[in-house]
């Protein structure tokens, strides 16, 4: 498909991705999510549909897309909203959400403000074979530009879903789940595990973590660590959890 030129950057084209950038609403509206960067978008375009490309000097690799648009740096920076130096970025569909009630390993985020930490779980869930990803009320958008270049394109293979604390109480009481929230008074690590699945690990907002409801609901379980030491962000500590509650330990 040939490409068009873009020069302006009050282009509607770029208008419309500076929108699903910083608005979730946009998003919602359109269907549509910006993706940034060549591996990303090349990545992508081996298993989902690419709608809209913008590149800067040669296109990646020939890809099926409806839209394609070459455009100048300074008109990709606006897009991408940062310096983008392989000169890539792309509308795609926005994924939808997907039932999860029937998975055996799940990552609850409850309340997660930093879109940084939740890529970096989602991504870390998505190598350790968790099966989907469940966000409470208050979580930061896993479409919002810093998640989704923290996730590096996990957010599109791990399925998700958005879920109340009454919705997850109910489920975890119908399927007799074993949920386990990280929390610095609870039991190590070594000995909350294995554990026979369904299993849900719950980490909850940097300042305060999970909601009441998750502490009421599970069992507590700490990473043992030196005196002295300040205790790890959420996505670290999250990746560890995750990695010894990981499927066919």
């Known amino acids: 498909m040939g490409s068009k030129e873009i020069t302006s950057l009050l282009h509607p084209q770029v208008l419309l991705a500076v929108r699903l950038r910083l608005d979730k609403k946009e998003r919602e509206k359109e269907g549509l999510v910006l993706v940034a960067g060549k591996k990303l978008v090349s990545d992508?375009?081996?298993f989902y549909p690419i709608h809209t490309l913008f590149f800067t000097k040669a296109l990646p690799k020939p890809l099926r897309t409806e839209k394609v648009f070459q455009v100048?740096?300074?008109?990709?920076?606006?897009i991408s909203g940062f310096e983008e130096k392989d000169g890539c970025a792309a509308f795609v569909p926005l994924p939808k959400p997907e039932p999860l009630a029937?998975?055996?390993?799940?990552?609850?985020?409850d309340?997660?403000?930093?879109?940084?930490?939740?890529?970096?779980?989602?991504?870390?869930?998505?190598?350790?074979?968790?099966?989907?990803?469940?966000?409470?009320?208050?979580?930061?958008?896993?479409?919002?530009?810093?998640?989704?270049?923290?996730?590096?394109?996990?957010?599109f293979r791990l399925p998700f879903a958005a879920a109340t604390p009454e919705e997850l109480s109910h489920w975890a009481r119908q399927k007799k789940a074993t949920l386990f929230t990280a929390d610095l008074e609870g039991k190590p690590l070594c000995d909350c595990v294995p554990v026979h699945p369904p299993i849900a690990l719950i980490l909850g907002s940097e300042g305060q973590g999970p909601g009441s409801w998750a502490k009421t609901l599970s069992s507590k379980v700490t990473i043992p660590m030196k005196n002295g030491v300040d205790s790890l962000n959420v996505a670290s500590a999250g990746a560890i959890l995750l990695y010894e509650m990981r499927p066919g330990r």
């Open 111 to 155: 309340g997660l403000t930093d879109p940084g930490n939740l890529g970096t779980l989602w991504r870390s869930a998505l190598a350790l074979g968790w099966e989907g990803v469940w966000l409470t009320p208050g979580t930061v958008d896993p479409f919002n530009d810093k998640a989704l270049r923290a996730a590096k394109g996990a957010t």
């Open 44 to 46: 992508l375009s081996s």
């Open 72 to 78: 100048p740096p300074q008109v990709l920076k606006k």
């Open 102 to 109: 029937e998975k055996r390993h799940l990552l609850i985020l």
